[in-house]
């Protein structure tokens, strides 16, 4: 319940609001205890007189009240004498004005009730949107090896047999929808509904002590045996709906892969597959929600056992008390209604503390999300990047990176300088790790600690000594996966430059090679983009990411397979528009570039071949196709694959198959 606690305690901020909730809740039980006591007068009306004969009309009850009134303060509070007589002598008058008085303070106490659950829902609101801003916050702000890899349970240790998480977006996605859900549900059950019924039950229980402490304090020793209970259930709860949400995390996973890639999924004739692998995944979700369906099952019905037994020993104790004389039946009806409605009161808080119970786990998940370590170098105090002049350069220094759970590492003591102003393109084979050497650029990853060091510079400076927002500000990225959002295209190409003109929106399209399709869209720039960049080709989606990339005005651009979905015709467009945006007249860029076809590294003024995860050579076009086998296998087969097709052998001559 730690966990629980420490976002309840959210709610305090809303000070003004919580006193509101508080003062209403208050009233409302003590319109109601009050509305108990007022049920003496009216029996003690019905009822026959029990004190020497003395009739207990409303008169005589306002007398005694007064009398009783002016011994408690010594004298300085009394009623005036004229407001018992003119209360009704006759009983059945005197029961009116007490039931119309009665039926007065129940609807002031459900207005009470109503300002309360008002308030306490608004406060509830607020703090879940609070927490849900938080937890993406910080989800966004994590190293992309804890996304991929998943978080780890705080103070996890060799004997912790819980389950991991599932690792990837889709437990983090779970946690900040599913899980703040689950802990507004203990929220509200706590504030709005938990509080109403116990402060009812209180204000009850207060009525019962006043009347006959004895039996009150014997009802007490008697709760303190069921919240034992309840605390015992709610440990079973709270251990099932943590791995309930863990599960329901796979749930996630499994539907968002399927229907993402629906495409591939019906392709191949998948449906039946995926829709027993999600039928599998469910009913691990409902084994689950069992455990908790049962443990919240037991609890009520015991605590129902367990006080039918404890008002039936009770009855029988009035009773004897009763026939014998020793017992006014008024008073004592007035103590048992006053311990059933506290009963009452207090039966739905059980089900209610299974609810924040059973949110607790959903707290623990959230805590650990937001507490979470942030990617380094998101910290104010660190410098901004030095800015790129004549002569800067970017150094690899003895780079090794492994991905987290990898037998081997994807970059292996790589060391090599790139001047300010230099195009150099990466080529190699298939995973030789291309595209993991140019993401340390901008850190999306950082390279392992070695003895030999591993760094990546920037202008003579480790990278990790540099501020994440102002590196990256001045680095242009453009992947083969291109990444659009829901939106206009003139909002994606905009995307990351805030308060940026339509004019240079439109220049970045046009160098993109980009306006030509965007003015034949029906609202052109105002075109609205769907979930995942739909109503988009693939050609078209990745020039809106060129021109993303040029809007940024770089120091440094990255390409990686940039132009691997467009035709021919447009990639030679599109490397005469970046060639002109790398080699401008007001400022020279680095190009960083990782591709397969030979005609988008062939005019680069260095490649670097790649295999394994080193360097195996690098140099011109000529010098490396002249001495480097494994480049002239490379050009060879690309070649190859984009050679103009030819007529078809004869059939005697074809190759089998």
């Not at 027993?276 to 019905?301: C, D, M, Y």
């Not at 007249?585 to 590294?601: D, G």
């Amino acid at each position: 319940m730690t966990d629980f606690w420490h976002f309840a305690r959210r709610m305090l901020r809303q000070r003004a609001l919580l006193a509101l909730a508080l003062l209403f809740a208050a009233l409302s039980a003590g319109g109601f205890g009050v509305g108990l006591l007022g049920l003496l007068p009216v029996l003690r009306n019905i009822l026959p007189a029990r004190e020497g004969g003395s009739p207990q009309n409303l008169p005589y009850l306002a007398d005694k009240l007064g009398a009783e009134l002016s011994a408690w303060t010594g004298g300085v509070l009394t009623l005036p004498a004229s407001w018992s007589g003119s209360l009704p002598v006759d009983p059945f008058s005197a029961v009116v004005w007490l039931v119309a008085a009665l039926g007065a303070l129940t609807l002031l106490g459900a207005l009470a009730n109503f300002l309360h659950q008002y308030f306490a829902l608004t406060i509830v609101a607020r703090t879940i949107a609070t927490i849900r801003r938080d937890a993406f916050r910080a989800a966004v702000h994590l190293p992309l090896r804890t996304v991929l890899t998943g978080l780890e349970p705080p103070n996890a240790s060799s004997t912790d047999t819980r389950p991991a998480a599932q690792p990837g977006p889709s437990d983090i996605i779970s946690r900040i929808v599913y899980d703040t859900a689950n802990l507004g549900t203990g929220f509200n059950a706590m504030l709005s509904k938990a509080l109403a019924q116990a402060s009812k039950g209180l204000a009850a229980g207060i009525v019962a002590l006043l009347l006959d402490w004895r039996v009150a304090l014997v009802a007490l020793a008697v709760g303190l045996v069921m919240g034992v209970l309840l605390r015992k259930i709610g440990k079973r709860i709270r251990r099932a709906s943590r791995k309930a949400l863990e599960s329901q995390s796979g749930l996630y996973l499994a539907a968002a892969e399927s229907l993402n890639g629906l495409r591939v999924v019906k392709a191949h004739g998948s449906e039946r597959f995926e829709s027993g692998r999600f039928h599998r995944i469910n009913k691990r979700v409902v084994a689950q929600e069992f455990k908790v369906r049962t443990a919240r099952a037991l609890a009520s019905p015991l605590i129902e056992v367990l006080s039918l037994f404890i008002l039936g020993g009770f009855a029988l104790v009035a009773a004897k008390a009763i026939i014998d004389d020793k017992l006014d039946p008024s008073g004592f009806f007035l103590v048992f209604a006053a311990l059933g409605a506290a009963a009452a009161s207090l039966k739905p808080v059980v089900g209610l503390l299974n609810d924040i119970q059973q949110s607790s786990a959903a707290a623990g998940r959230l805590r650990q999300l937001v507490d979470a370590a942030a990617e380094p170098g998101h910290d104010r105090s660190l410098p901004d990047a030095p800015p790129l002049s004549a002569g800067a350069t970017i150094s690899f220094e003895h780079v090794t990176f492994t991905y987290p759970g990898a037998q081997a590492s994807s970059l292996r003591d790589i060391s090599i300088s790139i001047p300010h102003g230099q195009t150099v393109a990466f080529v190699g084979p298939n995973g030789c790790g291309k595209t993991t050497l140019l993401s340390l650029v901008p850190r999306l990853f950082d390279p392992d600690r070695t003895d030999l060091g591993g760094r990546v510079l920037w202008n003579g400076r480790d990278i990790r000594e540099l501020s994440v927002r102002s590196l990256r500000s001045r680095i242009g990225v453009v992947t083969q996966e291109t990444v659009l959002f829901r939106g206009s295209i003139a909002f994606n190409i905009a995307y990351g430059a805030p308060a940026v003109s339509e004019e240079r929106v439109r220049d970045a399209a046009r160098r993109a090679r980009a306006e030509e399709f965007i003015l034949a869209k029906p609202g052109g720039y105002g075109f609205e983009v769907g979930e995942g960049g739909s109503g988009l080709s693939g050609g078209q989606r990745q020039r809106l990411a060129i021109a993303r990339a040029i809007l940024r005005n770089p120091d440094v651009l990255i390409l990686d397979e940039a132009t691997s979905m467009i035709d021919a015709e447009s990639e030679a467009r599109i490397a005469e528009a970046l060639s002109e945006f790398v080699a401008s007249r007001e400022r020279t860029r680095t190009c960083l570039i990782v591709a397969h076809r030979l005609s988008t590294v062939v005019n680069a003024d260095r490649i670097v071949v790649i295999e394994a995860g080193r360097i195996a050579d690098q140099g011109t076009h000529t010098e490396l196709l002249a001495r480097c086998a494994i480049y002239q296998s490379l050009v060879t087969n690309q070649l190859i694959r984009f050679r103009p097709p030819q007529d078809p052998p004869a059939a005697e001559s074809a190759p089998a198959a």
